[in-house]
């Protein structure tokens, strides 16, 4: 059974940093595109990032172009997002993303 569970969100202030993790199981994780998806309050879902196999190639979305980088770690079935230079308007749910699956979300807020 595929699981998605993300990890890292917290409280930080502007300017602050965090890392988002994601753990993948029951499929074969190399093999995939993953993303970072986010819901900001009373907002649509937002596709922030994805990560390509084979050659990892990274996309970004303008939002968050240049103070988010995505990677991962093949062997332990982990995605992660670090999230610099944050803003307040970076406050959602973000979510890890496998084609239509997606983990319950981990909470960032930025706020002063």
């Known amino acids: 059974q595929l699981q998605l569970v993300e990890s890292g969100g917290g409280l930080v202030q502007p300017g602050g940093s965090l890392r988002l993790s994601c753990a993948g199981s029951?499929?074969?994780?190399?093999?995939?595109?993953l993303s970072w998806l986010r819901q900001a309050p009373g907002q649509r879902l937002e596709w922030i990032s994805s990560?390509?196999?084979?050659?990892?190639?990274?996309t970004y979305a303008n939002a968050v172009k240049g103070r988010f980088t995505i990677s991962r770690d093949n062997a332990k079935n982990m995605l992660y997002l670090q999230m610099n230079s944050l803003k307040f308007e970076d406050t959602a749910v973000y979510y890890c993303?496998?084609?239509?699956?997606r983990g319950k979300g981990t909470l960032v807020t930025v706020s002063s």
């Open positions: 990560k390509y196999p084979g050659d990892g190639v990274s």
């Open positions: 993303n496998r084609g239509e699956d």
């Open positions: 029951g499929f074969p994780f190399s093999e995939y595109v």
